[in-house]
């Protein structure tokens, strides 16, 4: 029999707890260095003028981001009337039904739809609305915009709602009010934190997305508020700044770089808030 | 026509009250159809998410067949298109990047599901990895092609090839500080569903605390870390705009992983709207396709698997 001697066991212990707390913390250096040099080299760049005005052609200095900001919102706001309502609606079913094929099926094709890629979502919205249309425009990127948030509010509405207690709906019913006032009244707004959260981390999700926009909404240099036109949107306009060859362009590509990131960590953080504050507790 | 009889606005009431029973039943009724019809709705989405990716590359799919996988040039002004440089390309970083990114997500999973399951220490990582996962994939590609395509280039020189400092190794690199979130927080979840009475009876029997994760952890959380990998895989395959920032755009099959390449998802981004030609725009449809149903095979698998370890996820 071989013979493991137990200073050398222990010694081997002590080593690997060590490598697993040094790996662990190791992986969080590239994020200090990512939110480092985007403060660092965005916060410069940051200004009154940098959020108020538009951007300039290259050769002018200053411009801003504004009809890039203006654009994330007109596409965020399209996007969560799109899918909001599908998305409350199949989650209420997916808490409600809970066994049979078909509901497995629904439950399969929205962990399908999670799982597609950004950029195929792109050419759909492409293909189902681009092309009829005609144009790139701003409802166009919506629909891609509304598609990957689909998913995450169905899942979030049916997980919230299932861990609410059979016996409200049960003293609701027994009142004799009726199925859809029992969910719409007391099911609903039980679970509604559980919901708001699902929305808030869908918007976080999609408000730094380009890959779908880029031949959806397009980007443009010009304000515009009509959703049949092209639109920009921050992502894709630090995306264009950024592979551009210009040094004017790369510092507007750093500061809206510093805007999208406060946006989206700061509604991750605001969600998370949410969602210790005001929990479904029963 | 004011002498109603008694026993009219008797039937009268009776007609109003089965009325109301009517509504009531009706809207009960009606409301679970709607209920099904949003269900029908996502079944619908998904159904012609596929089907309108097929039909558009239809032109594409009658003209090369099978042999647009295995072909191996990709030029638009000769009409000509083959995907597997973007095959090798996407297979290579993705895989490159998940042996990457294994290093720290394993790590952080035993962090989290062993050693440090509650506490500041967990939330503080558990905080991290979630910023981590937030931060949106253009901004990774940014800092990526200014930040480390410099320190790529140096080390290209030093190991003697052509130093481009984009490239495949650039863009898995970054793939795989992006992936860490997925496959870290599955692991972590499996790693903690290890019943306790296995460890604590290897740690009865005289295992120190790595023979207990070596000998009973991993083994029993084997299948659940390896869905965890496969998610991820997932997620790396159809990355776009990270990947298409640092990866150097060649339509050639790369040589080695310094040389620069191009992905399935990163050529769509580039070229889909220059794409001009229906057969050209089919084939970037078509590489979109397969693209589709290569991470729905992966995610599908993976969550089979998760689901039968009795994960929550």
């Known amino acids: ?282 | 026509m004011a002498d109603h009889s008694n026993a009219d606005v008797l039937a009268l009431k009776v007609d109003a009250k089965t009325v109301n029973q009517y509504k009531f039943v009706m809207s009960e009724s009606s409301f679970r159809k709607i209920l099904y019809l949003a269900a029908i709705c996502v079944l619908i989405l998904l159904v012609a998410i596929f089907f309108s990716l097929l039909l558009s590359s239809l032109p594409a799919i009658r003209h090369f067949g099978l042999g647009f996988l295995a072909g191996i040039t990709w030029d638009p002004v000769k009409s000509e298109f083959g995907a597997l440089p973007f095959l090798i390309g996407t297979l290579a970083t993705s895989f490159l990047a998940l042996i990457l990114s294994l290093i720290f997500s394993l790590p952080i999973s035993i962090f989290l599901g062993e050693y440090f399951r509650h506490g500041t220490a967990s939330m503080f990582i558990k905080s991290m990895i979630e910023l981590l996962a937030g931060i949106p994939s253009v901004i990774y590609g940014f800092c990526g092609l200014f930040l480390l395509t410099p320190v790529i280039r140096g080390l290209e020189t030093k190991v003697g090839v052509s130093p481009y400092g984009v490239g495949i190794f650039t863009a898995s690199l970054v793939l795989s500080i992006m992936i860490i979130p997925y496959s870290a927080s599955i692991g972590r979840e499996v790693i903690s569903l290890v019943p306790s009475d296995l460890k604590e009876a290897a740690l009865s029997l005289g295992a120190t605390r790595f023979e207990v994760i070596r000998k009973v952890t991993l083994p029993y959380a084997y299948s659940g870390i390896f869905a965890g990998i496969l998610l991820a895989l997932g997620r790396a395959l159809g990355e776009t705009m990270a990947v298409t920032m640092v990866i150097g755009n060649s339509n050639f099959i790369p040589t080695n992983i310094f040389s620069p390449g191009n992905t399935l998802a990163s050529v769509i981004a580039n070229e889909f709207t220059e794409a001009t030609g229906s057969l050209y725009l089919a084939s970037l449809i078509e590489l979109g396709l397969v693209l589709f149903i290569v991470t729905t095979i992966i995610n599908v698998i993976g969550k089979i698997i998760i689901r039968r370890m009795g994960a929550g996820v």
């Open chain 1, 1 to 282: 029999m071989r013979e493991f001697p137990i200073r050398r066991r222990i010694l081997a212990d002590k080593t690997f707890k060590i490598i697993i707390i040094l790996l662990s913390f190791a992986c969080i250096l590239p994020m200090f260095f990512i939110i480092f040099f985007i403060t660092s080299k965005g916060i410069s760049a940051i200004n009154w003028k940098f959020l108020t005005q538009l951007p300039k052609p290259v050769g002018e200095t200053g411009g801003g981001i504004l009809n890039a900001i203006i654009g994330t919102f007109i596409l965020v706001i399209i996007s969560i009337l799109f899918s909001v309502p599908l998305g409350v609606f199949a989650g209420i079913f997916l808490s409600e039904y809970r066994k049979g094929r078909f509901v497995y099926f629904t439950r399969l094709s929205i962990e399908i739809l999670q799982g597609i890629p950004s950029i195929v979502i792109g050419i759909i919205a492409y293909t189902w609305v681009v092309v009829p249309m005609g144009s790139f425009s701003a409802l166009s990127g919506a629909v891609a915009l509304g598609l990957m948030m689909l998913p995450v509010i169905v899942t979030a509405t049916g997980e919230t709602l299932k861990l609410i207690p059979d016996s409200l709906r049960e003293a609701s019913l027994a009142l004799g009010v009726s199925y859809p006032r029992t969910i719409i009244k007391v099911i609903l707004p039980a679970g509604l934190s559980g919901i708001v959260t699902g929305v808030l981390l869908s918007i976080a999700r999609v408000a730094g997305e380009t890959a779908p926009l880029l031949f959806t909404a397009f980007g443009s240099p010009f304000m515009n508020l009509n959703i049949l036109k092209p639109v920009n949107s921050l992502p894709l306009m630090i995306f264009n700044y950024a592979t551009s060859p210009y040094s004017e362009w790369h510092t507007l590509a750093w500061g809206a770089s510093f805007v999208l990131v406060v946006l989206v960590l700061g509604l991750n953080l605001f969600t998370k808030v949410v969602t210790s504050k005001w929990k479904v507790q029963f």
